[in-house]
């Protein structure tokens, strides 16, 4: 009894007048935008910190590329499958009481993933971690959007996405040092003690909100949701799987590909004609909002599909470490975490429309610059296209929040942040996917093609394989016969190393066309007017 109250003085006195941390005092809006801004670099660290893992991890499990993208894919499926549904849980049961569970959540499946034994724990370790950070980002960005007034809104998103940022900075910088002199579990495991604050944290700042009208639980729309989204993924990841022989016209795929066709059609249409829907695509009717949330779709497609391939090319084709490899994405998060407010400042000052043109632009011209790796392709050129990049997705974030929710009502706030967020992830998993399937079949042509090209009688390839057998016998001591051997396999393997770098540069290519399509659309954005 005298714990309890104890603990009822501990919370009145917390909740004080004077306290910073109570709804009423000026600073508290800012306290809980810190509070917010932990859950975001959390869930945004696991969609960067794993991707300098990839190779190491497919070398533990055994693994191929096909099997590993779950990884990462399975996590951003897992939240695009929860964010619609936080809105509502959130109107229900409270926005800190589920904000917490989120934070919970996402660290046991941190903890969980580090336990892992093989490559399908791990999967499912991801779906675990993948929920929780589907419940932090609605979530954070409904409740910073409800306590700024809007003409704070675009400089306190600005700031919230610097979290974003310095997970992008220092994520793969962090899983590099981790994988090369640790092992790639402690990868997972370092969300632990950040998930423990950030729990500890929502407890003593945030105050609990509960939306006074609850709308009725889309069950249909959250199972259809919740079907074609991963069979629509599974059957992209599996068209050029070494283990599937028959390609796209295997029986199976085209199962999967007619089981998410139905699961799409039921959810589309039950989401717009139920009156009460899990994710209110009616709200894609606003011309602002609808044509963001296309811009997002192809942004993320491009961002995230990128950020995977990135450090596969760095590792596997020009050797460099985990370390390495995450060290190049340091200066990008320093730089979008500069311009990320910077822009939010300049919203309020010109019209966001341009600006947000501006970084489509560069964001595109960066892919472009990827299209034309090779297998001697300096630093300084990678680091090039990556500082344009940095610069681009800073300017790009912030105009396209505001922009997005200036015309939408406050009490449809969570209802679109589902929607928003929702696209992002599933652009996000498209992108890991199809530049995944695109890489698989672009390698396997152009190995094709690199092999047809080969004639062992022509005087170039005599004089190359002569070359390489008489490196072997110099550098590897071998025999005559033995290494006429090793350099027809030397150059067997740096055809492969070609075809795999060819394939990389094609999906660049890809993407850098996918985002300047997804950009013309914002030339149709109207001038924001205000939500109040």
């Known amino acids: 009894m005298r714990k309890a109250t104890l603990s009822h003085r501990l919370r009145r006195k917390i909740r004080s007048r004077d306290s910073a941390f109570h709804p009423r005092n000026i600073n508290y809006k800012w306290w ?10 959390m869930a945004v660290l696991d969609s960067t910190i794993v991707n300098v893992a990839l190779p190491k991890i497919m070398t533990s499990f055994g693994v191929g590329i096909d099997k590993i993208e779950w990884v990462s894919t399975a996590y951003m499926l897992a939240m695009a499958v929860m964010l619609p549904t936080a809105g509502w849980m959130a109107d229900k049961f409270g926005y800190k009481r589920l904000y917490f569970l989120g934070m919970l959540f996402f660290t046991l499946g941190s903890l969980l993933c580090g336990m892992s034994g093989n490559e399908d724990m791990l999967i499912i370790a991801r779906v675990i971690q993948g929920f929780g950070a589907g419940t932090i980002q609605p979530l954070g960005m409904a409740i910073i959007s409800r306590e700024f007034p809007p003409q704070q809104r675009g400089v306190a998103l600005g700031f919230w996405a610097i979290a974003a940022a310095a997970s992008i900075s220092f994520g793969p910088l962090i899983g590099g040092y981790l994988v090369d002199n640790f092992n790639w579990a402690l990868i997972f495991d370092v969300n632990v003690p950040v998930g423990i604050i950030g729990m500890v944290a929502t407890i003593i700042i945030q105050t609990e909100y509960k939306n006074k009208r609850i ?19 599974y059957a992209l990841s599996q068209g050029n799987a070494e283990t599937n022989s028959e390609g796209w016209s295997a029986p199976y795929i085209l199962l999967c590909f007619a089981i998410s066709l139905i699961g799409m059609t039921v959810f589309i249409t039950q989401e717009l004609t139920v009156k009460e829907p899990l994710l209110d695509l009616r709200l894609l009717t606003n011309r602002n909002f609808g044509i963001c949330s296309l811009i997002m779709l192809m942004f993320s497609i491009g961002m995230f599909g990128s950020t995977f391939l990135l450090p596969l090319y760095l590792q596997n084709s020009l050797g460099y470490t985990a370390l390495q490899a995450g060290a190049v994405f340091l200066p990008v998060g320093i730089i979008q975490g500069i311009m990320s407010p910077t822009s939010g400042f300049l919203t309020t000052k010109v019209n966001p429309k341009w600006i947000l043109l501006t970084g489509i632009a560069m964001l595109a011209f960066s892919f472009y610059i990827n299209s034309s790796f090779s297998f001697l392709t300096e630093r300084g050129y990678i680091m090039f296209g990556l500082y344009i990049r940095g610069f681009a997705m800073g300017i790009i974030f912030t105009p396209l929040s505001t922009i997005s929710l200036s015309q939408i009502s406050k009490d449809k706030m969570a209802q679109a942040s589902g929607v928003s967020n929702t696209i992002r992830q599933i652009g996000g998993s498209l992108g890991v996917a199809i530049l995944t399937t695109v890489l698989t079949s672009r390698v396997t ?5 690199y092999s047809e090209a080969l004639n062992p009688n022509a005087p170039a390839y005599q004089q190359v394989q002569s070359g390489l057998q008489h490196f072997a016998q110099k550098q590897i001591d071998s025999s005559p016969s033995i290494a006429g051997q090793q350099g027809k396999a030397l150059l067997i393997s740096h055809i492969g190393k070609q075809a795999y770098i060819q394939g990389v540069d094609d999906d660049f290519l890809l993407v850098a066309v996918l985002t300047i399509i997804g950009g013309i659309p914002a030339f149709a954005l109207r001038k924001r007017k205000e939500n109040v």
Do not use: C, Q, W
Request: hydrophobic share 55%; charged share 10%.
């Open 32 to 41: 809980l935008l810190g509070n917010i801004m932990v859950g975001t670099f």
């Open 215 to 233: 709308r009725k639980f889309d069950i249909v729309g959250f199972i259809s949701a919740t079907i074609f989204l991963p069979v629509l993924l």
């Open 445 to 449: 042509y152009h190995n094709e093609l």
